[in-house]
């Protein structure tokens, strides 16, 4: 069995997942972002910090960094490399999230993986994705915490998952993974909203710890 192209994949969706946009597009106006805000490298606190094209910016290229390994797995690469099956391209998935979680350009620290895990869903199962990301405009619509809409939308697609893509089991299990990973990633949003201290979010920039 020819593991090269399996390596290669994951390989590539770690790398591709490490590019820390945010915080990129923060030093292009000067700021280093883990200095500001919540000091969080995603492109929420991009958000807050530089303000909503930037941070709009910054959810695309962090989204589109976990679509583009994914898709070139399941697609792939004309002449190149062949596509992977189900196993392989739910694990291409994990390693562009953890690529963006533990960037090494940033000294193995990075974002909390939503806009990220968005961008692999986006391939693995969209109807999944588009369920959870309801989830989360509901909350965030009625809470204004974005940091509870994006672990109510985590928590949603593990059983939406289960529904939209029955019989795939490596996926199944890769996307809850991956939701676990998000929920985790949010662990001091969670004891800050438990004793309400979590910033709102202001859809003008700024007010949000996420």
């Given at each position: 069995?020819?593991?090269w192209?399996?390596?290669?994949?994951?390989?590539?969706?770690?790398?591709?997942?490490?590019?820390?946009?945010?915080?990129?597009?923060?030093?292009?106006?000067?700021?280093?972002?883990?200095?500001?805000?919540?000091?969080?490298?995603?492109?929420?606190?991009?958000?807050?910090?530089?303000?909503?094209?930037t941070?709009?910016?910054?959810?695309?290229?962090?989204?589109?960094?976990?679509?583009?390994?994914?898709?070139?797995?399941?697609?792939?690469?004309?002449?190149?490399?062949?596509?992977?099956?189900?196993?392989?391209?739910g694990?291409?998935?994990?390693?562009?999230v953890?690529?963006?979680?533990?960037?090494?350009?940033?000294?193995?620290?990075?974002?909390?993986?939503?806009?990220?895990?968005?961008?692999?869903?986006?391939?693995?199962?969209?109807?999944?994705?588009?369920?959870?990301?309801?989830?989360?405009?509901?909350?965030?619509?009625?809470?204004?915490?974005?940091?509870?809409?994006?672990?109510?939308?985590?928590?949603?697609?593990?059983?939406?998952?289960?529904?939209?893509?029955?019989?795939?089991?490596?996926?199944?299990?890769?996307?809850?993974?991956?939701?676990?990973?998000?929920?985790?990633?949010?662990?001091?949003?969670?004891?800050?909203?438990?004793?309400?201290?979590?910033?709102?979010?202001?859809?003008?920039?700024?007010?949000?710890?996420?």
């Amino acid at each position: 069995m020819n593991l090269w192209p399996g390596i290669i994949y994951l390989a590539a969706a770690f790398l591709s997942g490490s590019v820390p946009w945010s915080w990129i597009l923060g030093k292009f106006r000067g700021i280093d972002i883990r200095n500001e805000g919540s000091g969080n490298t995603g492109a929420t606190n991009l958000f807050r910090v530089c303000g909503r094209g930037t941070g709009i910016t910054g959810l695309l290229l962090d989204a589109l960094k976990g679509a583009l390994p994914v898709f070139a797995a399941k697609q792939g690469i004309a002449g190149v490399l062949s596509p992977v099956g189900d196993w392989l391209l739910g694990l291409t998935a994990i390693f562009a999230v953890l690529g963006h979680v533990f960037s090494p350009w940033l000294g193995f620290r990075g974002g909390k993986g939503v806009a990220t895990a968005l961008g692999v869903l986006v391939i693995l199962s969209p109807l999944t994705l588009a369920s959870g990301l309801v989830v989360f405009a509901l909350v965030l619509t009625i809470t204004r915490y974005v940091s509870l809409g994006s672990i109510s939308a985590a928590v949603a697609v593990i059983p939406f998952v289960f529904i939209y893509e029955p019989g795939r089991l490596p996926v199944q299990i890769i996307i809850c993974l991956v939701a676990v990973l998000v929920i985790v990633r949010h662990k001091s949003n969670i004891v800050k909203l438990l004793h309400g201290e979590e910033n709102k979010f202001s859809f003008h920039g700024g007010g949000s710890n996420e």
